[in-house]
């Protein structure tokens, strides 16, 4: 399966009964599915990461994250506006010694949740406290199914022995195990071999994305230099390594239809709080709301500043005057919250990155299509 990277779009699932719900809690922008950094502190340092706090600044990173307290506080709020989905990541939610303490607080108001975590740290002793916790599922990235190509982007040697054992570790307990690859030049032509080690280790899916994207603290450049350019993109979107149960990834709507489409929607049914406390509309879209320190959860979401509220107005990719007119609409998958990282504003103008996708999407329809009237 093909995904687009962001937890917000990733929804609440494709069958009949999530689908209504979060029908309504769009129409009522009840935050249903949200999304809590709990640190920015890692053992690892991938090399694309958006967020992970430099080694030897841990402690200061620290000291300024929410407590347990305040985030026991955070989740009963949150829970009675109608939250019930919750995802907790980092940075590594294990280095907080607090983490089974905040999952067990969500499960007892009644949070479905999943974790995402590099595994480094689930001992036998927490992969089994976490099975006891019933996560919807533990997802884990996996770069390569080559260690020394593994261990590279995440600069931690030996990280991938010890993926391959929490992966184990977390199936030996019944745990739904989600891996998940970025796409970027230093693995480009490693997928086939990790599709077919996801299937060996027989876990519940295997996803992967192209999109790299921008640092929150403003480097923009750092991470994308590993972006795969638009012919790369067209060898992925060629190769065998991608699903053939995705035919939607190259089936660009008529232009038409794809102007109706509805954007993602930050803030629309769910959003993100980091771990310093401060509320946005989602993962990327790093526009503050506000912070739990100073006002409730539910105030700060029932009142949102204007450049929300300009946000919340743009539904469907004709409220978009650069995308109403675009030609590759029918195959682009925009994203907001990178595009106001990248630009630096302006984000409701054209997302580049999401036209080099688009493009190659674009560029493989055609010779699919062509190759299918030969
Ligand atoms: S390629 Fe740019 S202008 Fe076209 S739909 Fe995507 S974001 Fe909009
Ligand atoms: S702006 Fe990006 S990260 Fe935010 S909900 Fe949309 S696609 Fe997801």
């Not at 026991?72 to 949150?78: N, P």
């Not at 990280?159 to 989600?178: D, E, I, N, P, Q």
């Not at 065998?240 to 489409?261: C, H, Q, Y």
């Not at 930050?266 to 526009?287: L, S």
């Amino acid at each position: 399966m093909f995904f687009d990277g962001c937890a917000q779009n990733g929804g609440l699932g494709g069958e009949s009964v999530m689908q209504l719900i979060a029908v309504k809690a769009e129409a009522r922008r009840t935050p249903l599915n949200m999304h809590m950094e709990l640190t920015y502190r890692c053992n690892e340092q991938c090399v694309h990461c958006y967020c992970v706090v430099e080694h030897g600044r841990e402690a200061e990173a620290a000291a300024r994250e929410l407590t347990y307290d305040e985030i026991a506080r955070v989740l009963d709020e949150m829970a009675a506006m109608g939250a019930f989905y919750v995802t907790f990541s980092g940075g590594e939610v294990l280095v907080r010694r607090d983490f089974f303490d905040i999952v067990e607080h969500a499960r007892r108001r009644g949070f479905a949740y999943r974790v995402y975590t590099n595994g480094i740290g689930l001992t036998e002793e927490r992969a089994r406290r976490l099975a006891a916790l019933e996560p919807l599922t533990v997802e884990l990235s996996i770069f390569s199914a080559d260690p020394a190509v593994h261990d590279a982007i995440t600069r931690v040697p030996g990280s991938f022995a010890r993926l391959m054992t929490a992966v184990a570790r977390l199936k030996a307990h019944g745990v739904r195990v989600y891996l998940k690859t970025v796409v970027m030049k230093q693995n480009l032509h490693g997928l086939p071999e990790v599709r077919a080690l996801a299937r060996t280790l027989d876990v519940f899916t295997h996803t992967f994305t192209c999109e790299v994207s921008p640092r929150i603290d403003g480097d923009i450049h750092g991470p994308s230099k590993y972006q795969l350019s638009e012919d790369e993109l067209v060898e992925l979107f060629s190769s065998d390594a991608l699903p053939k149960e995705t035919p939607e990834v190259f089936e660009g709507a008529p232009p038409e239809v794809a102007r109706e489409r509805t954007t993602c929607g930050p803030a629309v049914n769910g959003g993100c709080i980091d771990p310093y406390g401060t509320v946005f509309p989602c993962v990327a879209f790093r526009v503050p709301m506000g912070n739990v320190r100073q006002r409730s959860f539910r105030d700060i979401w029932e009142g949102p500043p204007p450049a929300i509220r300009d946000l919340l107005a743009v539904q469907h990719f004709s409220d978009l005057p650069e995308c109403s007119s675009c030609e590759l609409i029918g195959f682009c998958t925009r994203c907001h919250g990178d595009n106001l990282l990248e630009r630096g504003g302006d984000w409701k103008a054209c997302h580049q990155r999401a036209r080099a996708t688009a493009a190659a999407k674009e560029r493989v329809y055609q010779i699919v299509s062509r190759a299918g009237k030969g």
